[in-house]
């Protein structure tokens, strides 16, 4: 009996993972029927994100399909920034390493900005790039 109650634990982390695993198994297979209608689009577990032609769409990725979407249009945009660890980064010269990413989009005639997070630094600095050159 103590060995059972031994790999009982183990057995409840391996119940966890595996319900883990699924979970995120389901987010990666609505985000990938999702971005289908897009140009462009990232995946990660902050934030998805799509791009077909000017309008940009982002949400929080969920098991059935991304949440809390929102768009808006690359038209609005005056500015494109990197935001890490809450200190404001121009695109071509990003920090070499940073925890809480972000790009943060300034509109035209307007105080309210958006920011999607990201996980990498990398990745947040090609979409950065690539979104600056889409700016009309």
Request: charged share 25%.
């Amino acid at each position: 009996m103590e060995r059972g109650l031994f790999w009982l634990p183990l057995l409840a982390l391996f119940l966890w993972l595996a319900w883990a695993g699924w979970n995120e198994y389901q987010k990666l297979e609505a985000y990938r029927m999702w971005a289908e209608n897009f140009d462009r689009a990232k995946y990660d577990i902050y934030a998805v994100m799509g791009q077909k032609g000017d309008d940009l769409t982002w949400g929080k990725p969920r098991r059935k399909e991304p949440a809390n979407l929102q768009t808006f249009s690359l038209k609005d945009v005056e500015e494109i920034r990197l935001v890490v660890d809450d200190r404001i980064y121009n695109l071509v010269e990003p920090p070499e390493k940073g925890r809480a990413v972000a790009l943060e989009f300034l509109f035209f005639n307007s105080v309210n900005s958006v920011r999607i997070p990201f996980t990498e630094l990398a990745l947040a600095v090609e979409w950065g790039n690539a979104l600056q050159q889409d700016l009309p």
